[in-house]
């Protein structure tokens, strides 16, 4: 079964975003609410999580897994895109419209991730 090529895209956006949390940990820890525990272990395991789904979302086999396993992710790391609405100091003095903009960018990372959630003849 051949992917198709926005299916690549995906997974390469992915892979990037995962190693960029271990060359800028910094970016992502401070987005981190305070409720969760340890940040360093959460940055690291959503990075390696984002690397490893993105790979495995090029494998035909493994790539319905992966997908669902993007759009658990996505679920989990929504509370850090609300904390960094909320809170000045996590927001990066981004404006808060872009801020806001990015909470629904999720629902549409999410849609994105479902259209692989099912076997398509491509």
């Known amino acids: ?27 992502y820890i401070r987005i981190i609410p305070p409720a969760f525990k340890n940040p360093k272990l959460i940055n690291t395991l959503s990075g390696a999580a984002e690397i490893i789904l993105g790979i495995l979302l090029t494998i035909p086999f493994t790539s319905i897994f992966a997908a ?36 629904p960018l999720q629902i549409l990372l999410i849609f994105w991730a479902y259209q692989y959630t099912f076997n398509f003849n491509h």
């Open 68 to 103: 669902w396993g993007l759009i658990a992710l996505l679920i989990a790391i929504f509370p850090a895109n609300l904390f960094m609405y909320q809170n000045k100091k996590a927001s990066f003095g981004l404006p808060k419209w872009i801020l806001f903009v990015r909470l």
């Open 1 to 27: 079964m051949n992917l198709p090529w926005h299916l690549y895209l995906m997974a390469f956006l992915y892979i990037i975003a995962g190693i960029n949390h271990f060359r800028n940990p910094g970016m």
